[in-house]
């Protein structure tokens, strides 16, 4: 039986909500301990082997039974149930990693398996609960809980300094950091129905491997199992943290019914408005969001910005390619007073861009924008969605690079988009003002006179004053124009920055709605 969840169900309960805390009795509780082969000699075909082994037999959800005392725990309270540093696993060992666990409760009730790998060899992590502390003592139970999900620590700031830039908590979601930043945007390992209104299955993360690295070494070695009613999973993720925290993922997906919709390399953040959407928002700030645009480098060699909307209706925008060299959730502005917020700090939210190895074929980089009326909810997500369905029985393999960073781990030479602003047209009540910054290498070194012009267009309505000036505070160039959207619901708009010579800078997206 597929079980489907509306989106919005998983967002007000937060990003971390699973399939199965949300609905439960689908099946007989499957504790964690019963994977067959979870244990013992190890290597990189084993997880690969469960979960083939899995996808041929029906799901069975983890355990998410809790003590009355843990079934209902609110986040101050969950939050006040704190891992031991001291404890963590490998803390004694003098290792560039260490590793600490999560308590179950709060949003994350299934019981997920943790297993550390030394020399070939899988054995399960031992659960006690002495390995918390407790702001409140009456939240200590002896039942053998297990755990909810991990956090990996290096020096990543300060040498000799442990601290936590990975965390992999609630269904398959997990976030990272590189040196100097905070938490932001989100990953997942699949994405199933995302912006169908028949709802949206998230798939679980329920079981790692985590491999004990070799002292001297800055990378280490995870494996998860995915589990959900329509398909497994095996990952193997090698991290590397630093000024950029790269991901080398491997997966193996086995479906066990056929997934019309599906998401690989799925990414999750938060727009909530800049100077390009404001409209319904009243806030004292710039802006607000973990991302601002969606990027794409396609197989054909074009570079695509699209800046990100907080739409009133529901929006899903599709970027047919073939073999794209890559796409991510971007966030370029870096400065404290593009956002003014002592408390969040948006500007050291990490951009993450996903470089796919080898050939992923044909299909379509995917953005769902949904409408929140508050930052407090993940309200995009984007991923590569192929041409043809996955079909039940099959295997399906992807690899792909992640770059947690402060931009594209490429450079360009091309001219990129910066800020985008929309606003009201002074003498118009029936058109919108654009205005279009662009900075970057080609002004470095292209002759003062050079004639530069854009020529917008918009899939529906009509463009007029198109005007295009020097911007010398940003050593670049500014287009501005009037989009005048008429009897249209909905305007796919775009601009590149040309010479005589040809398109000098990125592709500039926008998708205008009432």
């Known amino acids: 039986m597929s079980v489907k969840v509306q989106r919005r169900d998983v967002i007000r309960a937060g990003a971390g909500a699973t399939l199965a805390s949300l609905v439960g009795g689908l099946a007989r509780p499957a504790r964690a301990e019963e994977i067959s082969g979870a244990t013992g000699t190890f290597d990189d075909s084993t997880v690969i082997q469960i979960a083939r082994r899995l996808s041929n037999a029906a799901y069975q959800a983890p355990d998410q039974h809790l003590p009355k005392v843990l079934d209902n725990l609110n986040f101050d309270q969950y939050r006040g149930i704190a891992y031991r540093p001291e404890r963590a696993l490998w803390a004694a060992d003098n290792l560039d990693f260490d590793a600490e666990f999560f308590p179950r409760g709060f949003l994350y009730r299934p019981r997920?398996?943790?297993?550390?790998?030394?020399?070939?060899?899988?054995?399960?992590?031992?659960?006690?609960?002495?390995?918390?502390?407790?702001?409140?003592?009456?939240?200590?139970?002896?039942?053998?809980?297990?755990?909810?999900?991990?956090?990996?620590r290096a020096a990543i700031n300060t040498p000799g300094v442990k601290e936590e830039f990975c965390v992999f908590l609630g269904a398959s979601y997990f976030r990272a950091i590189a040196k100097g930043q905070i938490y932001g945007l989100s990953a997942r390992g699949f994405a199933d129905g995302t912006g169908d209104p028949k709802g949206e299955e998230f798939a679980l993360f329920r079981a790692f491997w985590l491999e004990k690295p070799r002292p001297g070494v800055q990378a280490m070695v995870l494996h998860a199992l995915l589990d959900s009613p329509s398909l497994t999973g095996a990952f193997r993720f090698t991290i590397r943290p630093g000024d950029t925290t790269v991901f080398d993922v491997q997966t193996s997906l086995f479906p066990r019914t056929a997934i019309e919709q599906s998401g690989i390399a799925p990414l999750t953040g938060m727009y909530y408005f800049d100077a390009n959407d404001h409209n319904h928002v009243d806030d004292w700030r710039p802006a607000a969001h973990d991302s601002e645009a969606l990027q794409m480098w396609t197989g054909s060699g074009q570079q695509l910005f699209r800046p990100l909307r907080n739409p009133l209706d529901l929006q899903v925008s599709t970027f047919s390619d073939v073999s794209p060299r890559g796409f991510g959730l971007m966030q370029r502005r870096r400065a404290f007073h593009d956002f003014e917020d002592l408390a969040l700090h948006y500007e050291k939210r990490p951009s993450l861009w996903i470089e796919p190895i080898g050939d992923w074929g044909a299909g379509w980089v995917d953005l769902v924008e949904i409408p929140t009326p508050n930052e407090v909810n993940d309200n995009i997500v984007s991923f590569w969605r192929p041409k043809e369905p996955l079909r039940a029985g099959q295997e399906y393999t992807y690899t792909y690079r992640m770059y947690w960073g402060w931009d594209v781990p490429f450079p360009t030479p091309l001219a990129r988009i910066g800020a985008t602003r929309v606003g009201a047209v002074t003498d118009s009540s029936d058109a919108r003002f654009f205005s279009i910054d662009f900075a970057g290498a080609p002004f470095d070194h292209l002759p003062k006179d050079t004639h530069f012009h854009v020529v917008p267009k918009a899939s529906a309505g009509t463009i007029r004053k198109v005007v295009v000036e020097p911007n010398p505070d940003i050593n670049g160039w500014r287009t501005t124009f009037e989009f005048v959207p008429g009897d249209a619901k909905v305007s796919d708009l775009s601009a590149t920055l040309e010479t005589d010579s040809g398109p000098v800078s990125e592709q500039w997206l926008y998708r205008w709605t009432p």
């Open 112 to 152: 997920i398996a943790i297993y550390e790998v030394v020399n070939g060899q899988s054995s399960a992590v031992p659960y006690s609960p002495d390995l918390f502390t407790y702001a409140d003592p009456a939240l200590k139970v002896d039942d053998n809980l297990g755990f909810a999900g991990l956090r990996l």
